[in-house]
T-cell receptor, first 108, second 115 residues
Framework: TQLLEQSPQFLSIQEGENLTVYCNSS?????LQWYRQEPGEGPVLLVT?????EVKKLKRLTFQFGDARKDSSLHITAAQPGDTGLYLC????????FGQGTELSVKP | ETGVTQTPRHLVMGMTNKKSLKCEQHLGHNAMYWYKQSAKKPLELMFV???????ENNSVPSRFSPECPNSSHLFLHLHTLQPEDSALYLC??????????????FGPGTRLTVL
């Protein structure tokens, strides 16, 4: 069984569009992280959210942690081709538990 | 060199070969990790070393053998692998005991193909 479900698994959009990626679980996490991975590279940490209901912004990226600390979302405004990559959420329960990732492709 | 480096970046091996993957971290961290990343599957944690002691082994087959000679270096020794072991093997490091122990820094990975 998948502890962390990410959706959608694939997303192909045009430059300038907005998008949201979801990360859902039935389990509570002490915190949740979002990573971005480009082809040929390892994942790079974007943000860690710790408090239920917390919202963090990183330029055009907005991250939200659910009130119950079981789910999270990543919203990208006005996507650009440079946003293309694999986005991974990871819940912290003593160790990192990863979702299966969302492959985002932003076309010019 | 900065961050986390891994060598080789690509490896093709037969099922009877013996090879080793190397990871080096230049961040002064005290914990290191091996992960397996297969297509369409979540990253799978394989091994964790903290202060050079193995603290986690997630039921990984014995054909994978980790070694951590010091806090900066981590190896994964491979022998008699199976084709289903083909994947991207990622090394990561973190600083445990500081409250930021789960902020992991990843290397670029070794793309392994087992024929």
């Amino acid at each position: 069984t998948q502890l962390l479900e990410q959706s959608p698994q694939f997303l192909s959009i045009q430059e300038g569009e907005n998008l949201t990626v979801y990360c859902n679980s039935s389990s509570v996490f002490s915190s949740l992280q979002w990573y971005r991975q480009e082809p040929g590279e390892g994942p790079v940490l974007l943000v860690t959210v710790v408090t239920g209901g917390e919202v963090k912004k990183l330029k055009r990226l907005t991250f939200q942690f659910g009130d119950a600390r079981k789910d999270s979302s990543l919203h990208i405004t006005a996507a650009q081709p440079g946003d293309t990559g694999l986005y991974l959420c990871a819940g912290v329960r003593g160790k990192l538990i990863f979702g299966q990732g969302t492959e985002l492709s932003v076309k010019p | 060199e900065t961050g986390v480096t891994q060598t080789p970046r690509h490896l093709v091996m037969g099922m009877t070969n013996k090879k080793s993957l190397k990871c080096e971290q230049h961040l002064g961290h005290n914990a290191m990790y091996w992960y397996k990343q297969s297509a369409k599957k979540p990253l799978e944690l394989m091994f964790v070393y903290s202060l050079e002691e193995r603290v986690e082994n997630n039921s990984v087959p014995s054909r994978f053998s980790p070694e951590c000679p010091n806090s900066s270096h981590l190896f994964l020794h491979l022998h008699t692998l199976q084709p289903e072991d083909s994947a991207l093997y990622l090394c990561a490091s973190s600083q445990s005991g500081t409250g930021r122990g789960n902020e992991q820094f990843f290397g670029p990975g070794t793309r392994l193909t087992v024929l």
